[in-house]
């Protein structure tokens, strides 16, 4: 992306090729790397993307936002840099930014964004330009491969001859490889990213061939290209297929019939093992695309509520890198400042003996004026269709904003529907949803009541 989504006007033009190749072995023992078709840590652990991209290079004054997307349960951030097309990122700024990433257990994935669109925009920078400004940075890079993927350039070739994609992303990996990087490199399809013409699925080999470390991922963009199941299927099949490592490193999600299907996207990512990273947290010149409305969190928009808290989304789904330890992922869409009191959760009610459901309701968050709750519908010992969560507030606490039920309010008495992905429960089963709401003077747990249909 450059801002905003780049129109592509054209179809899949043609059948996926057969041939078969293959998966090497990874050869680097550093930090980061490839194995078959998954990046591994150094210690073995498989690691699987569950990312966010951040605009940092238009935005660098907002920081607060590693912290934010770290809350939403992401394990990793795509890190937008420029090495002057745009106010270039000096390698303090990149320091900084790996620290950001450290300090809140993030993978870090750095790109340099002047590529984009390199042949159909003249502003863009050549791909042997974005490794000399890794080169500049090599200083702060090295020594980070546990926790850095650099992403060489941003969608480095637009739609005039995108054929030349594969020399030129060959020179580029050769180039940082005689120049010491050690790192997992990433490297972006032509045609902005979105490989419509098939140039990077029928010549990723020779790319992966350049690369005398064997550790370099494949980057696939998924916008208006990828706008129904079969062509998102049909794509990822071929690279399974050949052995070779991708990535969605961006996507957007279906707000009309022409654009990505975000739903699809997700579940056979999350079926086949394979990262996503979602564009993007804010600042889209399309506000269509931003996750959050002017970076606040607790302001998450249609978009960021079906990456963040959606079926296979970041917070059921993403697992921390072992490199920073285990932990249990965060509340998503966290306060913007840190809790005062801990959290409130009552003793867990048994499934009743029959047919029916019962509700848990815990406070996950609290700080002054507002809170953020958790609530759990378990079924009995038979299966339920769907349910109804009702409850009465004593203290005159609002709901401002739910996930994964449609919640509403009449005075003190608040309703909360399944929607329609979490209706159906097995006997036993669970479904949770969530909530950010406002208090003054208490707030006491409420006793919710659950109704079956």
């Known amino acids: 992306m450059k801002r905003r989504l780049t129109s592509i006007g054209a179809a899949v033009l043609a059948v996926l090729a057969s041939t078969l190749f293959l998966a090497r072995p990874a050869l680097a023992a550093t930090g980061l790397h490839i194995s078959g078709t998954s990046i591994v840590e150094s210690n073995g652990n498989k690691f699987v993307m569950r990312g966010i991209n951040h605009e940092h290079t238009w935005f660098a004054n907002q920081t607060g936002s590693f912290a934010d997307i770290k809350a939403t349960g992401a394990n990793t951030v795509r890190v937008v840099l420029s090495g002057g097309r745009w106010t270039a990122n000096s390698a303090a700024d990149v320091a900084n930014v790996i620290a950001l990433c450290k300090q809140n257990k993030l993978i870090c994935v750095l790109e340099d964004h002047d590529t984009t669109g390199y042949g159909e925009d003249s502003a863009a920078y050549t791909l042997d330009q974005a490794v000399n400004y890794w080169i500049g940075l090599k200083s702060v890079l090295a020594g980070q491969e546990d926790y850095v993927i650099i992403n060489i350039g941003n969608e480095p070739i637009g739609n005039t001859n995108p054929g030349q994609w594969t020399a030129a992303t060959v020179a580029a990996v050769q180039k940082m490889r005689s120049n010491g990087f050690q790192h997992m490199l990433m490297v972006d399809a032509p045609n902005w990213g979105q490989d419509w013409q098939f140039t990077m699925r029928d010549n990723a080999q020779t790319v992966l061939d350049a690369d005398s470390q064997h550790n370099t991922m494949l980057s696939i963009h998924m916008y208006s290209v990828f706008n129904t199941a079969s062509s998102i299927a049909s794509y990822l ?217």
Request: glycine residues 12%; proline residues 10%; aromatic residues 10%.
């Open 237 to 453: 099949d071929t690279f399974a297929a050949k052995g070779w490592p991708l990535v969605i490193g961006e996507f957007g999600w279906q707000y009309d019939s022409t654009q990505v299907d975000d739903q699809t996207l997700m579940s056979e990512a999350v079926k086949r093992g394979i990262g996503y990273i979602g564009w993007s947290w804010a600042g889209n010149n399309d506000p269509i695309l931003d996750m959050t409305n002017n970076f606040d969190p607790a302001q998450l928009t249609t978009w960021g509520q079906r990456i963040v808290n959606g079926p296979n989304g970041i917070k059921a789904t993403a697992k921390q890198a072992t490199i920073f330890g285990t932990s249990t992922p965060p509340p998503t869409t966290p306060p913007t400042s840190p809790p005062t009191t801990p959290p409130t959760t009552p003793p867990t009610t048994p499934p009743p003996s029959g047919g029916g459901c019962t509700a848990a309701y815990s406070i996950t968050g609290s700080w002054g004026g507002g809170f953020q709750a958790d609530v759990k519908v378990t079924a009995g010992s038979s299966a339920i269709k769907s349910w109804t969560v009702t409850w009465t507030y004593a203290n005159g606490q609002t709901v401002s904003q739910a996930w994964n039920a449609t919640v509403t309010s009449s005075g003190a008495n608040v309703t909360a529907r399944n929607v329609s992905y979490n209706g159906s429960l097995a006997a036993g089963g669970t479904a949770s949803f969530g909530f950010l709401g406002s208090w003054n003077g208490s707030n006491p747990v409420p006793n919710p009541t659950c109704t079956a249909g």
